[in-house]
């Protein structure tokens, strides 16, 4: 089993550009999540989905928008990327939302100029 | 959500036990303990989780006194392989969408 897969591993956007990163997941899980870690530091939630067909804001949403796709499939996108949006992102999924089991993908790592 | 607090950094030695202690003063009836490894450049990794008393697995040990203020990772018999940051995660099962890691301890291995 591939797991998390996250792409792309690594980005450079320019200020005020857009993208969108991809997760998918093959291990039937129900509830996916996308995470920043900023160096040194912990991993910050963005943005939740507890099932498919739902999202909803983790710590720090400002920026960013979500779509779960369907099942396996969950997207960040960044609309109009700052250089405070430079971090690592994790994708991470749980078969269901009260499970803390998270499976991680290796991340994307991006900078904003 | 109750608060942790780990020391940031720790170092060991091959071949030695090492225990991770975090403290969760106002950890409430319905939180379970969750502790997570993290390689740099990879996303963090399940461990061990528990509730009460003592967990065991392949991996880790976890320990938590009967009033659940403060919780031990013990890792057996370290290798290099073990540097990495542990993060200690206390919530609920239905909080879980609002789980907050924190910076982590730091465990540094030498040979």
């Known amino acids: 089993n591939a797991g998390v897969t996250q792409t792309p591993k690594f980005q450079v956007l320019k200020t005020g550009q857009s993208m969108t990163l991809q997760c998918a997941q093959d291990m039937n899980h129900n509830s996916m999540y996308w995470y920043r870690q900023d160096p040194g530091m912990g991993l910050r939630l963005i943005y939740y989905?507890?099932?498919?067909?739902?999202?909803d804001k983790g710590e720090v949403p400002n920026g960013y928008n979500v779509s779960r796709l369907n099942k396996r499939e969950f997207s960040l996108r960044l609309e109009s990327a700052a250089p405070s949006q430079t971090s690592v992102y994790f994708c991470?999924?749980?078969?269901?939302?009260?499970?803390?089991?998270?499976?991680f993908g290796s991340g994307t790592r991006l900078t904003v100029v | 959500l109750a608060k942790t607090t780990q020391p940031i950094s720790m170092d060991s030695y091959e071949g030695q036990e090492v225990n991770i202690t975090c403290s969760h003063n106002n950890i409430a009836t319905n939180d379970y303990i969750t502790w997570y490894q993290q390689f740099p450049s990879q996303g963090p990794r399940f461990i061990i989780q528990?509730?009460?008393t003592k967990v065991t697995n392949e991996v880790a040990s976890l320990f938590i006194p009967a009033d659940r203020k403060s919780s031990t990772l013990s890792l057996p018999r370290v290798s290099l392989s073990d540097t990495a940051v542990y993060y200690c995660?206390?919530?609920?099962?239905?909080?879980?969408?609002?789980?907050?890691f924190g910076s982590g301890t730091r465990l540094s291995i030498r040979p």
């Open positions: 989905s507890a099932s498919e067909g739902t999202t």
């Open positions: 991470a999924s749980t078969k269901d939302r009260g499970d803390y089991g998270y499976t």
């Open positions: 528990g509730y009460k």
């Open positions: 995660l206390v919530a609920a099962y239905s909080s879980a969408s609002k789980i907050i």
